[in-house]
């Protein structure tokens, strides 16, 4: 049995029913990767970034089951800012992210997402995006025809760096190129602003100094918002440079992913840090 589903099923869920519901509003942001059926053999549950085409579709019949819809991170946005008058008259959107530029979104993913019609945002590593098809972690990638395609029909889409490094590894002209670069490429393909970023690797918030300074960069290169791997949901207040989300894997039965969307899953963002920092 995984540490995270016991914390969050048996401790922090039975906590939470004894406290007043908030009142503030939040938004859910969902975290994919490969919709596909490699089972990862030597990754534990939490760490799998591959969620079985049969599991993706369950969790998007769960949301609509719960009556949420699927939104790009701008929709959710937007209607977190717009809240409380857009909560009355439609349903609470879930944002859904996918980072990486997979082929198998848009074999795969984006039917599932278009049968409940939902639409999600993905983050592209350009350099693995081509004319011709390229390949990222022994995985093929889109093309750039997929990406205008799926751009036409709705989806959105943001920059993930060019090469996919580990930016707190590089020195900052290296790190701003990989910003702007990424960001240009995307723009001059879909002949459309792109402000949205997601951080790739695991985002280092326990340090202070590189999170302030990256931070200054992403707006310096024109990104409005940042999403990175810390757990949690984003509220009103969230620093819209450093958008937590929610990880989702084939690990993720209905009780577990539910308890995600509850909040029940936000206490993770704590251990996250406090691992970082000693790490660092």
């Given at each position: 049995?995984?540490?995270?589903?016991i914390?969050?099923l048996?401790?922090?869920?039975?906590?939470?029913r004894?406290?007043?519901?908030?009142?503030?509003?939040?938004?859910?942001i969902?975290m994919?990767?490969?919709?596909?059926?490699?089972?990862?053999?030597?990754?534990?549950?939490?760490?799998?970034?591959?969620?079985?085409?049969?599991?993706?579709?369950?969790?998007?019949?769960w949301l609509?089951?719960?009556?949420?819809?699927?939104v790009?991170?701008?929709?959710?946005?937007a209607?977190?800012a717009?809240?409380?008058r857009?909560?009355?008259?439609?349903?609470?959107?879930?944002?859904?992210?996918?980072d990486?530029?997979?082929?198998?979104?848009?074999?795969?993913?984006?039917?599932?997402?278009?049968?409940?019609?939902?639409?999600?945002?993905?983050?592209?590593?350009t350099?693995?995006?081509?004319?011709?098809?390229?390949r990222f972690?022994?995985?093929?990638?889109m093309?750039?025809?997929?990406?205008?395609e799926?751009?036409?029909?709705?989806?959105?889409?943001g920059?993930h760096?060019v090469?996919?490094?580990?930016?707190?590894?590089?020195?900052?002209?290296?790190?701003?190129?990989?910003l702007?670069?990424?960001?240009?490429?995307?723009?001059?393909?879909?002949?459309?602003?792109?402000?949205?970023?997601?951080?790739?690797?695991?985002f280092?918030?326990?340090?202070r100094?590189?999170?302030?300074?990256f931070?200054?960069?992403l707006?310096?290169?024109?990104?409005?918002?940042?999403?990175?791997?810390?757990?949690g949901?984003?509220?009103?207040?969230?620093n819209?440079?450093?958008?937590?989300?929610?990880?989702a894997?084939?690990?993720?039965?209905?009780s577990?992913?539910?308890?995600?969307l509850?909040?029940?899953?936000?206490?993770?963002?704590?251990?996250?840090?406090?691992?970082?920092?000693?790490?660092?």
């Amino acid at each position: 049995m995984r540490f995270d589903r016991i914390v969050t099923l048996g401790l922090v869920h039975t906590l939470r029913r004894f406290r007043m519901k908030s009142s503030c509003p939040v938004l859910p942001i969902l975290m994919y990767h490969s919709i596909s059926d490699d089972p990862e053999p030597g990754f534990g549950p939490y760490y799998k970034v591959c969620t079985s085409p049969r599991r993706f579709s369950e969790h998007l019949q769960w949301l609509a089951d719960l009556g949420c819809r699927g939104v790009t991170l701008s929709e959710g946005l937007a209607w977190l800012a717009d809240e409380p008058r857009s909560s009355s008259t439609s349903p609470p959107p879930v944002a859904i992210t996918f980072d990486d530029g997979f082929r198998d979104f848009a074999t795969t993913a984006f039917p599932a997402l278009q049968r409940h019609g939902f639409s999600a945002t993905m983050y592209l590593p350009t350099a693995f995006i081509g004319d011709a098809p390229r390949r990222f972690k022994d995985r093929d990638c889109m093309t750039w025809a997929d990406v205008s395609e799926l751009h036409g029909a709705g989806v959105e889409f943001g920059s993930h760096t060019v090469n996919h490094p580990k930016l707190v590894e590089l020195a900052w002209p290296d790190i701003a190129a990989e910003l702007r670069e990424s960001k240009a490429t995307i723009e001059q393909r879909l002949g459309t602003l792109v402000a949205s970023f997601a951080y790739p690797y695991a985002f280092p918030q326990g340090n202070r100094t590189f999170s302030m300074r990256f931070c200054a960069e992403l707006a310096e290169a024109g990104d409005h918002t940042g999403c990175t791997t810390a757990s949690g949901q984003v509220r009103a207040t969230t620093n819209r440079l450093i958008l937590p989300r929610l990880p989702a894997n084939s690990a993720d039965d209905q009780s577990l992913f539910e308890a995600k969307l509850r909040g029940d899953y936000d206490w993770m963002g704590l251990p996250q840090l406090l691992r970082k920092k000693l790490k660092g």
